[in-house]
Nanobody
């Protein structure tokens, strides 16, 4: 089993910055793809950014040039640096991991979510 714990959400003014962090723990053999998704009220959960174990990144068009995803393979963490935040970035942000464990094989895991609110 893999546990994902997010931190770093909060309230920020438009144009401001926030950094989200996610730490993975548990009986992890390997972390493959790590990512961030978000869900605004009334909307479906959507991809924000992903990063592979070798550092290849993928971003939603809406955040390209403003958000940066990074990971520390030694610490099993993934961060999301969010700059130039807009009101439409307001959502609950979820950490996601595709991981290999002895018990479950390759499986997808989610964190509990952290609220990001962009408002003046």
């Amino acid at each position: 089993q893999v546990q994902l714990v997010e931190s770093g959400g909060g309230l920020v003014q438009p144009g401001g910055s926030l950094r989200l962090s996610c730490a993975a723990s548990g009986s992890i053999d390997r972390l493959y793809i790590l990512g961030w998704y978000r869900q605004a009220p009334g909307n479906q959960r959507e991809l924000v950014a992903t990063i592979t174990s070798v550092g290849k990144t993928n971003y939603a068009d809406s955040v390209k040039g403003r958000f940066t995803i990074s990971r520390d393979n030694a610490k099993n963490t993934v961060d999301l640096q969010m700059n130039s935040l807009k009101a439409e970035d307001t959502a609950v942000y979820y950490c996601n991991a595709l991981a290999l464990t002895v018990v479950n094989g390759v499986a997808n895991y989610w964190g509990q979510g952290t609220q990001v609110t962009v408002s003046s």
